[in-house]
């Protein structure tokens, strides 16, 4: 129809007319590509909020994991130092490292004597000191994102690479505790059979003091599973400080 209105006012010499036609199929192919721009901006708009949004519920999700993994950690340091204490073993009062690592600025780490254990906790004290947690990332967003190749989406270049950065501190914590500290756990459970001592066994306490004061190997192995433990939950911390720092930066709360 328009062609046919165009041919019409050529064949008739009306070049106003024609100008105006031309103009008017301009904007029109004009107007037709920013609709389409503007729809196709929206679209990926949205996908980038859905996608903030979930990779707020996988942050949220980790921080409460890593809380978790803390404080099953200073659950066992505190049953293991309580009976090297009790049983006349002092713990060493520090750790040092022989190099200084962004998780531990100073090389050392202190060891300040943890609160009195409870009845309860005192007859379950071998238990309390090997029994683990060892959280993983929830990583769903981030993975899919990756996998469709749409990284892109995330308008904020910065923090999409404080995003990579995490994935990678997750990935170290992750590969230390299956090489490191699920190994002495288990060494630990090892040594603990060979006394009669199951991960979940209830003694009474003064019974359990004696087996650890006697057998130096068991009390050698408290000794580390104290120590480790206290390692374990200052990496913990160190990656749930930098889960807090990306859900701020989100402008969300740690908790949903």
């Given at each position: 129809m328009l062609l046919q209105r165009v041919m019409g006012h050529v064949r008739a010499q009306n070049w106003v007319a024609v100008a105006i036609d031309f103009v008017i199929v301009v904007l029109g192919v004009f107007i037709g590509i920013q609709l389409g721009n503007w729809n196709e901006s929206r679209a990926e708009a949205s996908l980038e909020r859905d996608f903030l949004e979930n990779i707020v519920v996988d942050l949220q999700a980790d921080a409460q994991n890593l809380q978790s993994g803390i404080d099953m950690a200073e659950i066992n340091v505190r049953a293991a130092y309580y009976t090297l204490d009790r049983a006349g073993l002092a713990p060493a009062a520090t750790i040092a490292l022989p190099v200084n690592v962004?998780?531990?600025?100073?090389?050392?780490?202190?060891?300040?004597?943890?609160?009195?254990?409870?009845?309860?906790?005192?007859?379950?004290?071998?238990?309390?000191?090997?029994?683990?947690?060892?959280?993983?990332?929830?990583?769903?967003?981030?993975?899919?994102?990756?996998?469709?190749?749409r990284l892109d989406l995330v308008r904020d270049h910065d923090f999409v690479a404080k995003l990579q950065a995490y994935r990678a501190q997750?990935?170290?914590?992750?590969?230390?505790?299956?090489?490191?500290?699920?190994?002495f756990r288990n060494q630990a459970v090892f040594v603990g059979q060979k006394q009669g001592l199951s991960p979940f066994i209830e003694m009474p306490e003064e019974e359990f003091l004696a087996l650890v004061r006697d057998t130096p190997e068991l009390a050698g192995t408290l000794r580390t599973m104290m120590e480790f433990s206290i390692l374990h939950g200052q990496v913990l911390q160190s990656?749930?400080?930098?889960?807090?720092?990306?859900?701020?930066?989100?402008?969300?709360?740690?908790?949903?």
């Open positions: 962004a998780t531990f600025p100073t090389g050392q780490v202190g060891m300040a004597a943890p609160a009195e254990m409870s009845d309860e906790d005192k007859q379950h004290l071998w238990a309390l000191s090997v029994v683990r947690m060892y959280p993983g990332q929830n990583s769903t967003a981030f993975d899919t994102l990756m996998a469709t190749g997750w990935e170290d914590v992750e590969a230390a505790q299956n090489t490191t500290f699920r190994s990656t749930r400080q930098t889960t807090l720092d990306l859900l701020h930066s989100l402008g969300a709360e740690e908790a949903p």
